[in-house]
């Protein structure tokens, strides 16, 4: 598989689209028929056309934001400290670009930390730390569904 589709698969299990389960009935339906992962996807009926149209247009996107708002973030923690208000919104902001990339994992240690940092400085109710959690919960969410068992098989 290529690296591209390394990504995509990694992007819809992170953002909860497909299961690790479904992803690897789509590889598998690959290894079979040919083509493209998103191919298989949408063949398989786990993808819509569209959904993949705007998927892999965000995909791009995203992988190509990451790196800045990974600088940002180490500039704001450099000149500013850990947490300074707008260092803990690069923070989130990191962890939102890396979401949407299907870097779980990342998003949601960051996320966390974010939100830790955001209602101790900033209170609960403050409107960046209620994205912060929403963030976290997203990011549960998807991982729950991404562990889910697959819903489509090979005959």
Same mark, same amino acid.
């Given at each position: 598989?290529?690296? #591209?589709? *390394?990504? $995509?698969?990694?992007?819809? %299990?992170?953002?909860?689209? %497909?299961? /690790?389960?479904?992803?690897? %009935?789509?590889?598998? !339906? #690959?290894?079979? @028929?040919?083509?493209?992962?998103?191919?298989?996807?949408?063949?398989?009926? $786990?993808?819509?056309?569209?959904?993949?149209? *705007?998927?892999? !247009?965000? #995909?791009? /996107?995203? %992988?190509?934001?990451?790196?800045?708002?990974? !600088?940002?973030?180490?500039?704001?923690?450099?000149?500013?400290?850990?947490?300074?208000?707008?260092?803990?919104? @690069?923070?989130?902001?990191?962890? =939102?670009?890396?979401?949407?990339?299907?870097?779980?994992?990342?998003?949601?240690?960051?996320? #966390?930390?974010?939100?830790?940092?955001? =209602? =101790?400085?900033?209170?609960?109710?403050?409107?960046?730390?209620?994205?912060?959690?929403?963030?976290? @919960?997203?990011?549960?969410?998807?991982?729950?569904?991404?562990?889910?068992?697959?819903?489509?098989?090979?005959?």
């Amino acid at each position: 598989m290529t690296e #591209q589709g *390394i990504r $995509l698969g990694e992007i819809l %299990v992170g953002r909860g689209l %497909v299961s /690790e389960a479904d992803l690897d %009935v789509a590889l598998k !339906r #690959q290894e079979v @028929a040919g083509g493209r992962l998103a191919t298989n996807l949408v063949a398989l009926g $786990l993808l819509a056309p569209s959904d993949l149209a *705007i998927l892999l !247009r965000h #995909q791009r /996107e995203v %992988v190509a934001a990451v790196p800045g708002a990974e !600088r940002a973030l180490a500039k704001f923690e450099a000149g500013f400290g850990a947490d300074h208000p707008s260092t803990l919104r @690069a923070r989130y902001n990191l962890s =939102r670009l890396l979401f949407l990339a299907g870097r779980l994992g990342e998003a949601l240690r960051l996320a #966390q930390d974010a939100l830790i940092d955001l =209602r =101790r400085n900033l209170g609960r109710d403050h409107p960046w730390t209620k994205e912060a959690a929403a963030m976290v @919960a997203d990011a549960f969410t998807a991982r729950a569904k991404a562990a889910a068992p697959a819903t489509v098989t090979l005959d």
